[in-house]
């Protein structure tokens, strides 16, 4: 079972960058889900999946944290931002499409 260390990414429901700064382990899922027949409900008895999600300042504290407690983990690296710069003025260029 292997750890995933990463940095989320920004919500796409809201455009400010909170939480988008530190660092996650989380844990794979090992079991499957399986839908309750009475009320049908999903859900799982994995609890380091569902459950588990450790938050760091850094990536090396992360990475400390996993080699300590003895984990296989798998840093994922974050993508550059790509800002492409806008103007309000171009919402009225003459030969704007739609």
């Not at 569902?50 to 990475?63: G, M, P, Y």
């Amino acid at each position: 079972m292997t750890a995933r260390i990463f940095q989320p990414a920004k919500t796409a429901m809201q455009s400010g960058r909170a939480r988008t700064r530190g660092w996650v382990l989380e844990f794979p899922r090992a079991t499957r889900r399986d839908v309750d027949p009475l009320m049908g409900w999903t859900g799982s008895t994995d609890m380091l999946a569902d459950e588990v999600c450790l938050t760091f300042d850094s990536r090396e504290e992360a990475i400390a944290y996993a080699e300590r407690h003895g984990l296989v983990y798998d840093v994922i690296e974050p993508q550059a931002r790509r800002i492409q710069p806008k103007s309000y003025a171009a919402n009225f260029r003459w030969d704007r499409i739609g």
